[in-house]
């Protein structure tokens, strides 16, 4: 399976309304479950803190790429948020974070999570991808640059 075909419409978000980390995590584990990625947004949750508190999944550039890993992610999915104020995050750059990628993987799901973190992270590694979006100004823009 390949990034774009990772990317709902119903999943991404443009100008997200957030005033921290767990704010973020709590509207985009609410669409999780509405679009029936996750069976429970208490455990979803508490799977990616879990993974918050061993690294800091800011990795620069405004971006950061949090996941949650655990048995009630019914199918991997991924959410992308770019929030209307960026959020202090710890990223490893020291800066605020404007996009947030989070993924939910199934317990199960150990290659589909490496591949599709390293398709993002390779992605994002491009700094015309990055340009990109920066200069998006839609949910639309953001779905674009990502089935390039």
């Not at 709902?8 to 978000?13: E, K, M, T």
């Not at 509207?27 to 799977?47: G, P, T, Y």
Request: proline share 3%; hydrophobic share 40%.
């Amino acid at each position: 399976m390949t990034l774009s075909e990772f990317i709902q419409p119903s999943l991404v978000f443009s100008n997200l309304k957030a005033k921290d980390k767990d704010d973020v995590f709590n509207q985009l584990a609410d669409a999780f479950l509405k679009e029936k990625v996750i069976k429970d947004k208490d455990d979803f949750i508490s799977a990616v803190h879990y993974r918050e508190s061993i690294d800091t999944t800011g990795v620069g550039n405004g971006i950061a790429i949090p996941h949650g890993k655990s048995s009630t992610v019914q199918r991997s999915a991924i959410a992308i948020a770019s929030l209307e104020n960026e959020i202090d995050w710890n990223s490893l750059d020291g800066k605020p974070v404007k996009y947030v990628f989070l993924l939910a993987i199934p317990e199960s799901g150990d290659q589909e999570h490496l591949k599709v973190l390293s398709e993002i992270a390779s992605k994002l590694m491009d700094e015309d991808v990055i340009e990109a979006l920066h200069n998006s100004k839609n949910k639309n823009d953001i779905i674009e640059i990502f089935n390039k």
